[in-house]
C-alpha cells in the first residue's frame, strides 16, 4: 500500500502570501494517477487538480500542481481568503486508493 | 446536473449494521467508478473501497476487509455500502464519489473523484 505524507501539518499565512503545500509518496506514483482535494468546513471534499498538475474544471489559476515519482506539490499563488481550508493530497491505485493526512492552511 | 445524493443520518448502536445509499443523477451510473470515504470527527479522509457499477466489481481497503460490502441497483442507480460490527470509532461522516477514469489507446488517465455526496453522519451510540 501506497502511503501519502503532507506536510507541513499546519500552515500559517496571510491573504497575499504564496503556499507551497508537499506530497510525499512511501513508492513512485504515475503523475497521472495523483490528485488533491480542498475541504472546507462542514463541506464534501472539492477536486482542485488531476494528473498532478491539471486544474479541474472552474479552479483557479492561482492553483498550481507539480511534481513526479514520490514528490509532489500543491502551490496556492496568492493566497484569497477562500483559500484557507484543509487540503489533501491522493493516489489512485487500480484496487486501491490513498489519501495524505492533509494540511490545513490558516490565517496568521 | 451531475449530482450524487446520499441517504440521511444514522444512529446505530455498537455491534449492529449501517447502510448508506448514494443515489446518481445527470450522468448514466455504469459510466464511472463509485468509491467510499469517511472521515471521523476532527480527522482526514479515509479511503474504504470501490465499485465498477458496470461490472459489480468491489475492491476494499485492507482495514475493512470482511466488514464492508459495496453493492448497485442499476435500476435506481444507487450503489451503497454497508459496515458491520460498528463500534464507536466507526462514529464519521461517510462519503460517495465518482471517480473518473478514461481509457484511450491503451492509456490510462485518471481525472479525480470529481463528484462528491453530501455526506451522511453516521453515530455509533448504545
Known amino acids: 500500500e501506497i502511503v501519502l505524507t503532507q506536510s507541513p501539518g499546519t500552515l500559517s499565512l496571510s491573504p497575499g502570501e504564496r503556499a507551497t503545500l508537499s506530497c510525499r509518496a512511501t513508492?513512485?506514483?504515475?503523475?497521472?494517477?495523483l490528485a488533491w482535494y480542498q475541504q472546507k468546513a462542514g463541506q464534501a471534499p472539492r477536486l482542485l487538480i488531476y494528473?498532478?498538475?491539471n486544474r479541474a474544471t472552474g479552479i483557479p489559476d492561482r492553483f498550481s500542481g507539480s511534481g513526479s515519482g514520490t514528490d509532489f506539490t500543491l502551490t496556492i499563488s496568492r493566497l484569497e481568503p477562500e483559500d484557507f481550508a484543509v487540503y489533501y493530497c491522493?493516489?489512485?491505485?487500480?484496487?486501491?486508493?490513498?489519501f495524505g493526512q492533509g494540511t490545513k492552511v490558516e490565517i496568521k | 446536473q451531475v449530482q450524487l445524493v446520499q441517504s440521511g443520518a444514522e444512529v446505530k448502536k455498537p455491534g449492529a449494521s449501517v447502510k448508506v445509499s448514494c443515489k446518481a443523477s445527470?450522468?448514466?451510473?455504469?459510466?464511472?467508478?463509485i468509491d467510499w470515504v469517511r472521515q471521523a470527527p476532527g480527522q482526514g479522509l479515509e479511503w474504504m473501497g470501490w465499485?465498477?457499477?458496470?461490472?459489480?466489481?468491489?475492491g476494499y481497503a485492507q482495514k475493512f476487509q470482511g466488514r464492508v460490502t459495496i453493492t448497485r441497483n442499476i435500476s435506481i442507480s444507487t450503489v451503497s455500502m454497508e459496515l458491520s460490527s460498528l463500534t464507536s470509532e466507526d462514529t464519521a461522516v461517510y462519503y460517495c464519489?465518482?471517480?473518473?477514469?478514461?481509457?484511450?489507446?491503451?492509456?490510462?488517465?485518471?481525472?479525480?473523484?470529481?463528484?462528491w455526496g453530501q455526506g451522511t453522519t453516521v453515530t455509533i451510540s448504545s
Open positions: 464519489a465518482r471517480v473518473v477514469l478514461t481509457i484511450r489507446r491503451g492509456v490510462y488517465t485518471y481525472y479525480g473523484m470529481d463528484v
Open positions: 445527470g450522468y448514466t451510473l455504469t459510466t464511472y467508478d
Open positions: 465499485m465498477d457499477p458496470n461490472s459489480g466489481d468491489t
Open positions: 513508492q513512485s506514483v504515475s503523475n497521472t494517477y
Open positions: 494528473g498532478a498538475s
Open positions: 491522493q493516489q489512485y491505485g487500480t484496487s486501491l486508493r490513498t
